[in-house]
């Protein structure tokens, strides 16, 4: 079987979808009803797909200095995702209603414990229902046992606040995946204080999809990227946004696109302004 690890089209999913070694996680969230994902996969989702929410499963436990989405502990999200037939043989796909922003939190953590083969649908759902592809309301199937996935991250692939500190924004190569508005500080919807990291860089990742919530074509995608990178992706850079969540989705691009993965900043802007002496910029940069 053909592995996927970035993305994967429907069509593609649809060929694997009753393989024995192809698990589905439907990662459908709204930050202001978190309850509302769940309630759509009960009602309908991908054949064979388990429910993955973004809060008690694809986080860990928020402490006064962590972020919105601290990670999860890696004992718990291997024994989490072992419970749902994945091994290290596994084809993992997730998918969503939001461009990828969810699914490529799942797809990060996969990789997180050093497996490969995890890609998101491209286009979600969406592009699922417009293939006529089926839906049902059924409770997943559990695939074939395996030897489970190690708890053992990669620390590597993840950068701390102190770090970042340490470091400075410039140094780190922060690129910010927030919407333009919330980044320049013009509004904030969801966290006390607005604006960004003094020194990050701005690339919504919204500006990585084409029409229809697909990825952007490998090369354009790239040119976007290296656009932020100042045309240099070897020198190391790091990925954040507002809670660690939607910055997922620009290391998955740059998988796709071919270029060196970024580190996540995994407290990320709300972890940030935990501390109000930390710089905060505004405006464009």
Request: charged share 20%.
């Amino acid at each position: 079987m053909t592995s996927y690890t970035s993305f994967i089209p429907a069509a593609a999913l649809h060929a694997i979808l009753d393989d024995e070694h192809t698990v589905v996680f439907d990662c459908r969230f709204n930050l202001k009803a978190p309850e509302e994902g769940a309630a759509a996969w009960r009602k309908a989702h991908i054949p064979g797909a388990w429910y993955a929410h973004l809060d008690n499963d694809l986080a860990g436990p928020v402490t006064g200095d962590s972020g919105r989405h601290p990670l999860p502990e890696p004992e718990v999200f291997a024994a989490w995702l072992a419970k749902r037939g994945v091994h290290t043989g596994t084809q993992v796909v997730a998918y969503d209603d939001a461009g990828g922003a969810i699914a490529a939190r799942l797809w990060w953590l996969v990789r997180w414990l050093g497996h490969a083969d995890v890609a998101v649908l491209d286009g979600g759902i969406g592009a699922w229902l417009a293939a006529a592809y089926p839906l049902d309301d059924r409770k997943p199937r559990q695939r074939s046992g395996g030897l489970p996935l190690p708890a053992v991250p990669r620390m590597e692939q993840t950068q701390t606040t102190a770090e970042v500190l340490a470091l400075g924004a410039d140094r780190c190569r922060l690129v910010d995946a927030r919407d333009p508005a919330r980044f320049r500080g013009e509004v904030e919807p969801i966290d006390p204080v607005a604006g960004h990291v003094s020194g990050a860089r701005n690339l919504p990742f919204g500006e990585l999809l084409g029409e229809g919530g697909r990825i952007l074509d490998r090369e354009i995608l790239k040119r976007r990227l290296l656009a932020v990178l100042d045309g240099d992706s070897e020198t190391p850079w790091s990925v954040m946004c507002g809670s660690g969540v939607t910055a997922c989705h620009i290391a998955l691009a740059a998988e796709h696109a071919g270029l060196s993965a970024p580190k996540l900043y995994v407290d990320s802007f709300s972890g940030w302004i935990r501390e109000p002496s930390r710089p905060v910029g505004t405006g464009a940069v």
